[in-house]
């Protein structure tokens, strides 16, 4: 079975910080990997994904995230937060052909002004 | 355009009644997925449509649980007997078809409290 670890459960950041999260899943096989973000008040949407190809993958407002195969991970990053940030992230993956996401625990982001 | 739209937003009932939320997908989505959100917690996977398939059944907790869907349009997951154990947000996804790299497009969600 599949599993998702993502170890940070809360993170303070000051405005320009840099962000990195961390997110680790449990798969031997291929997989595809996802980011989503849960802003204050809003339903999850999708940040960025991975299936295939270049490693690093980039997504919406600035985000980008590498998949390391050596070590099962998948870690956002962005290299200056903004107050606008502060949201809940949750890592996901799914393996080809399985309809199923498995999410990890979220890690809530909170950008101090 | 229209999203994932659930109701109700929000619902309180007393443990043993029954309970039935709605999940109306995006329009020509044809994949559904229903999640539980416990607090503090990642989501967990109940059940999955795809067209006129067989669901996904893989992830209801127990026998108390059951969803539905007519065709391509509206899902209801019903519990039964509610339990404590049962408050939670339910969140109900929808992606354009079975392939499993389509993004899925999440509700707001039914916050469930059973007191």
């Known amino acids: 079975a599949q599993s998702v670890s993502q170890h940070n459960h809360h993170v303070i950041l000051s405005e320009a910080a840099s962000l990195e999260l961390g997110c680790n899943y449990s798969?031997?096989?291929?997989?595809?990997l996802f980011w989503y973000v849960q802003y204050p008040g809003q339903h999850l949407q999708l940040l960025l994904k991975?299936?295939?190809?270049?490693?690093l993958v980039k997504g919406i407002k600035g985000f980008e995230a590498e998949f390391i195969k050596s070590k099962f991970s998948f870690n956002l990053r962005k290299p200056s937060v903004q107050w606008s940030d502060t949201a809940e992230y949750f890592c996901?993956?799914?393996?080809?052909?399985?309809?199923?996401?498995?999410f990890g625990s979220g890690t809530q982001l909170t950008v101090l002004p | 355009g229209a999203g994932v739209s659930q109701s109700p937003s929000n619902k309180v009932t007393e443990k043993g009644k029954d309970v039935e939320l709605r999940c109306d997908p995006i329009s020509g989505h044809t994949a559904l997925y229903w999640y539980r959100q416990r607090l503090g917690q990642g989501l967990e996977f109940l059940i999955y449509?795809?067209?006129?398939?067989?669901?996904?059944k893989s992830g209801l907790p127990s026998d108390r649980f059951s969803a539905e869907r007519t065709g391509e349009s509206v899902s209801t997951l019903t519990i039964q007997r509610t339990q404590q154990e049962d408050s939670a947000v339910y969140l109900c996804?929808?992606?354009?078809?079975?392939?499993?790299?389509?993004?899925?497009?999440f509700g707001d969600g039914t916050r469930l409290s059973i007191l």
């Open positions: 449509f795809q067209g006129n398939s067989a669901p996904d």
């Open positions: 798969y031997g096989g291929t997989v595809n």
């Open positions: 996901a993956v799914n393996a080809p052909g399985s309809r199923q996401l498995t």
């Open positions: 996804a929808s992606s354009l078809n079975h392939d499993s790299n389509q993004p899925q497009h």
């Open positions: 991975y299936f295939s190809g270049d490693p």
